[in-house]
């Protein structure tokens, strides 16, 4: 696994990628329409632009395998992944999380996960991350309001 900076191409395997059903199910907070590309596009040109925004590729063996972006969010990154569902289970989420943490030790660095979300907590809570907050918020994916625990690495 290794992250990289994003290239132009990599934004058409990131719309793919958040097609998929049961990922959207996972993430839930999602675009209301993951298959409007317009909105998409609009997303991830915001990201790519903002200075603050820190943006990588997830690559394994040459694939877009997924993105991870640290955000400021209140003043505090906020970290956030994709991973393309064939690489779940494979420790490829971990390691890109891993590598980011490391290429930007500041902290205290925040993240946000549903809390059905088993996997996305685990390899948070094994990075250092504790929870400390949590919040009620409509999820598109799912159509409903969901609980989402926030989580920080002091």
Do not use: C
């Amino acid at each position: 696994m290794k992250l990289r900076p994003v290239e132009p191409g990599d934004l058409d395997r990131f719309f793919e990628q958040q097609l998929d059903p049961e990922a959207n199910e996972m993430a839930a907070f999602t675009a209301k329409n993951p298959s409007d590309r317009g909105v998409f596009n609009y997303h991830w040109g915001l990201m790519l632009r903002d200075p603050e925004t820190v943006v990588r590729t997830i690559e394994q063996d040459g694939e877009v395998a997924g993105s991870i972006v640290l955000y400021p969010n209140e003043g505090i990154p906020e970290l956030s992944f994709w991973t393309d569902k064939k690489f779940w289970g494979q420790g490829i989420t971990t390691a890109a999380v891993d590598a980011i943490l490391a290429e930007f030790p500041a902290r205290p660095v925040r993240a946000r996960v549903v809390s059905d979300n088993i996997g996305t907590q685990k390899i948070l809570e094994r990075r250092g991350f504790t929870k400390i907050g949590e919040a009620k918020d409509f999820s598109n994916a799912r159509a409903a309001v969901v609980s989402e625990d926030i989580l920080e690495l002091a």
